[in-house]
């Protein structure tokens, strides 16, 4: 009897003890690190330092940044003065793909596209070349000018299904050309770029190669890796390509650049694109601000970084009469190509 | 046809040790309460609620007892700035203890297998990773039957600590472990390059298990388990994870 109260008391106890510490796991494990300005700013230079991939190509002493700005952070400093001194630190990286979002503010360095001329007026694209009766096929809208299927495809965020390529390429059959446009085009998935550039091979080929960041230090990459396009399987366009870019076509939009330079029925016509070759990583600092930095570098065949834009093999800006005029120089020197 | 004796054959030499031992199986779920850190997206600790579902086959005889638990589990963590992270866990873990009569505490080994992935929400890429790690090391466990109101209950209490295994976290900074993605490796090479050594120092997994049992005069039983686990991979990046189950399982008897 005695043995099977202590037993009792003994399994209560133990069951009381479990009680009490399963509410500790969150204990068990570390606080989280402090929120003072000079502690963020701390992390957010270090993770920088440590992950940022384009240091050597910009050519930029991230020590020497740090000295500059450590300068103007105190821990009396609000919240908004913090992330003007992080958001200009950052602004030094030169890069499109760098941002930090704060509940109230979001900073970005746009001058990759802000300091050239933008080359694209989409009024005009609306009213002279689409006009009323273009096709939507998913984020693609294309019409026939002059029997040259011109097709528009705004962002790279907007989802492209094999059925809109499809559509393309059955309008295309008896065109003299197919012209691409992705003049403005910021980028988005990868995935739709290399889908869409799949559709005018027969054969999947190499475009470049890549490498990650994969260390602390400032040689700590990856192997380089093949970046490829993969022939479309349902049948390609085997007729020219035009792709109209402009500076600010970043991002995917660049790699898709690239992917259609590499393509020997391809022309690019317009500017260099923006460049964005780096696929941005995100972190979050101790105060819960998010920030996103590119962390892979992308080389073309010529050992040329994406992050440099890549350039046309017809260079044309947009005349200010023509515009004016309601044409749009950059179409109409792709539509000459064609005819 | 003598593919069919040989499988007679072979279920006719496991026969007596099979009858000589006692199997049993056990299924159970609960909820489950999580804290974790990983620093490939973060410095701050997430945590919130989940579930967890339980699979276990347990076979005794009288000098070795043998345990296999398979555990599924999702939870919805969350850090102080409201940002989610959905974790993801898969585990098999394999206990064998030598038990003596005489003795309420009995030694022995385990195996501990886990996949844990997590995903965070608001970052566009490499916004999931996934670590995997296989390790061994000494278990302990402690059975105290007793009798209540003329019902036969016991507490026992599991216990195991990893020593040595190896583990593949996902990169510094992709996703995936350091020999993929970015690499041009095949599967094995893949492998090779992305394995960590699992250690005292480098890596930590150990799990407490203290149970109240009630055993039902028709030799099942019905449990109440809290599991505490608590894991720490050092791997490219730092993960680290607390975790307490709650579950209730039900054990049924095979033989």
Redesign the interface.
Known sequence: MRNTLRSIICSIYAMVFIGVISSCEKTLLSSDPGTTPSEVFEYLWDDIQNRYAYFELKQIDWKAVKERYVMEVDNNMSEHELFDVLAEMLFELEDGHVNLTSPFNRSRNWEWQQNYPLNYNQGIIDRKYLGKDFYISGPLRHQLIDSVLYVNYRSFTESLRDDDIAAILHRAQNAKGVIIDVRSNGGGAINNAFNLAGAFTDQSYTYGKVRIKNGPCSDCFSSWTDLRVPARTNGSYSGTVVVLTNRSSYSSTTYFAEMMRQNPRAILVGNTTGGGGGSPVFGELPNGWVYRFSSTQALTLDDEHFESGIPVDVEVDLDQSDEAGGKDTILESALQLLQ | MHRFILCLFIFIGFLPEFLAQNHSIFVGGGLR?????DEG?????F?GLGLSALLGYEKKSEKRETLWLLNFSQSRTT?????ELKATSVGLLNLNFYPRKENKISWGWSNSNGLQHRF?T??????GRTDVFTSFGPAVKYN?????KNQS?S?Q?VSHFQILGFYLPS????SLP?GF????NGALRGFWESLYLFYPGGAFNAALW?K?QWHLSSGNSLS?N?I?E?TRLTG?KLH?R???M?LMTLSMKLK
């Open positions: 309460s999580d804290a974790l850190r997206y973060s410095p701050l600790l945590d850090n102080s700035f409201g940002r965070i608001g970052f566009d890429n490499f916004n105290l039957p007793f009798t209540f209950f507490f209490a990169g510094y900074t992709s350091k993605g970015y690499e041009p203290p109240l109440l809290y505490y608590y490219a680290a607390s975790t307490g709650w």
